[in-house]
Structure formats: structure tokens, C-alpha cells
């Protein structure tokens, strides 16, 4: 006896069904307990929030990606950026022209 095609997708089909409602089903009859919750959800922030700071922090490189010292403009930030000072000498050699442009 040979499957179908037909057949085979829906044993598949069957076969996933199951297993999302049996996950599903576990979820329902021990569900998480708030402080569960509480340390996903913080976990969760916690890496937001840092991608955001990063995203902060290498504004300067990312403003200057295009210019002819963009490699020096992201070392710069880099490894000067937490000076403040040198994210800012960061940001504005990032905003000005190449030399030769008008």
C-alpha cells in the first residue's frame, strides 16, 4: 500500500496539531506563577533595554557609515564613546562634509 501525497500532509498536519495542543494543553493546567512571569518579562526588558542603549551609543558610527572615515568614526566611538566627549567628537565628525565635497 503507497501514501498519498495527500495522505502524508495530513499526517503531518495531524502530527503538528497535536503536539502545539499538547504544548498548549501543558501550559494550561500549570500555568506559570506571577514571579515566573515577573523574571521572563524583566528578562525580556533587560535585553530590550540594552539594545536600545547600544543602539544610543553607536548613533555616531551609524550616522556616519556613508563617509570616507566611517572606520575611523566607529573606532572613535568605540573605544572613546563612554567619555562623552568622545561620543560627541564622534557625532559631529560624523555629521560633517568630506573634505573635497560641496
Known amino acids: 500500500m503507497t501514501m498519498k501525497t495527500n495522505d502524508r500532509a495530513t499526517i503531518i498536519f495531524t502530527a503538528v496539531a497535536i503536539v502545539m495542543t499538547c504544548g498548549a494543553g ?3 493546567l500549570f500555568p506559570p506563577t506571577p514571579k515566573q512571569i515577573l523574571a521572563a518579562t524583566t528578562a525580556i526588558g533587560s535585553i530590550v533595554g540594552l ?3 547600544l ?3 553607536f548613533i555616531p558610527a551609524i550616522a556616519g557609515r556613508q563617509k570616507r572615515n566611517a572606520q575611523a568614526i566607529f573606532l572613535l566611538n568605540l573605544f572613546l564613546g563612554w567619555t562623552f566627549i568622545g ?4 557625532l559631529i565628525w560624523a555629521h ?4 573635497g565635497e560641496r
Do not use: G, I, N, R
Open 55 to 57: 543602539a544610543v551609543y
Open 26 to 28: 501543558v501550559f494550561f
Open 87 to 90: 561620543w560627541v567628537v564622534a
Open 96 to 99: 560633517t562634509k568630506d573634505s
Open 51 to 53: 539594545l536600545l542603549l
